[in-house]
């Protein structure tokens, strides 16, 4: 016997079988549905804390050259 499971993309009961490519999606559809999601960040990995400090801009920052000179770490504090 077969196990049935909802495609956790579209909900559409789906057999679990070694021959399907997309498991545990029905389809290839589902499948870049998924990915696309992750790829435009509307999943995220849950962490304990968020991130306070780093090499980054800030999101309200109104620079336009986010990759100046002037936001980026020093040598002294890279080593």
């Given at each position: 016997?077969?196990?049935?499971?909802?495609?956790?993309?579209?909900?559409?009961?789906?057999?679990?079988?070694?021959?399907?490519d997309?498991?545990?999606?029905?389809?290839?559809?589902?499948?870049?549905?998924?990915?696309?999601?992750?790829?435009?960040?509307?999943?995220?990995?849950?962490?304990?804390?968020?991130?306070?400090?780093?090499?980054?801009?800030p999101?309200?920052?109104e620079?336009?050259?986010?990759?100046?000179?002037?936001?980026?770490p020093?040598?002294?504090?890279?080593?």
């Open positions: 016997m077969t196990k049935k499971y909802p495609c956790p993309q579209c909900g559409k009961e789906t057999e679990y079988l070694l021959e399907n997309y498991r545990p999606f029905c389809s290839e559809r589902c499948k870049l549905i998924d990915l696309g999601k992750w790829a435009d960040e509307e999943y995220k990995v849950p962490s304990e804390e968020p991130a306070t400090e780093g090499p980054w801009v999101e309200d920052s620079s336009e050259d986010q990759f100046s000179p002037q936001h980026l020093s040598k002294e504090a890279l080593h």
